[in-house]
């Protein structure tokens, strides 16, 4: 039978997905990249090629998933062009489309582990710089509606997604649940200020 030749990418893929059932089902400190080998058949020259650790793998395993995710993300949004829907729904509908850690909370937990605390704020930083011109596009429409009013669209969509993420993830830091309760209480009415937007705006974040 002859050898089946993949080329650089597809091998690339291959290894990125099982790399992720992996993670998905096991601890961090227990994957080993010899159980990826195994599993694919590939020599170890091979996984080394595109990887130079698990480290290395896992990067970018979430870095798939927040691809995945920005593309899910992206789709939900476009299913509603041309709908006659002003931008504050739109903005809701965005903030109320899942989470990137609902499909993959045991991946992404893998980041706070005390080695990965460096990957952790790259990836964050990844993900706010691509999802942030989503958030911001969806604001200067609400703009021009008159109902948002900022000179910065893009800034306050990084002000708001950054603020949201670290202030209220333990991983960066082990905030308590007092801590994480008022911010969460304060949320809806800091966001009305920051866009000049109607009382009550954001008041589905409460619920």
């Not at 489309?97 to 045991?106: K, Q, T």
Request: charged share 25%; aromatic share 8%; glycine share 4%.
């Amino acid at each position: 039978m002859a050898r089946i030749v993949k080329n650089a990418a597809e091998r690339r893929a291959e290894i990125i997905a099982a790399a992720k059932e992996l993670f998905q089902t096991q601890e961090y400190d227990k994957v080993t990249m010899q159980e990826l080998m195994e599993r694919l058949h590939i020599a170890k020259g091979t996984i080394y090629h595109y990887f130079s650790s698990k480290e290395d793998l896992l990067e970018s395993v979430v870095e798939d998933i927040i691809d995945e995710e920005l593309r899910k993300k992206e789709a939900f949004m476009a299913s509603y062009k041309g709908r006659k829907m002003n931008a504050m729904h739109k903005l809701q509908l965005l903030i109320t489309s899942g989470r990137v850690a609902e499909d993959h909370e045991h991946i992404l937990d893998m980041l706070h582990h005390p080695s990965n605390i460096r990957m952790h704020a790259r990836q964050l930083g990844r993900f706010l710089t691509k999802l942030a011109p989503m958030y911001a596009e969806i604001i200067a429409e609400g703009c021009e509606q008159g109902v948002f009013t900022t000179e910065h669209p893009l800034e306050c969509a990084e002000f708001m997604l950054a603020g949201a993420q670290f202030l209220t993830d333990v991983g960066f830091y082990p905030w308590s649940d007092e801590q994480l309760t008022r911010r969460m209480a304060a949320l809806p009415a800091l966001l009305e200020s920051l866009l000049h937007a109607p009382d009550g705006s954001f008041d589905f974040l409460a619920e």
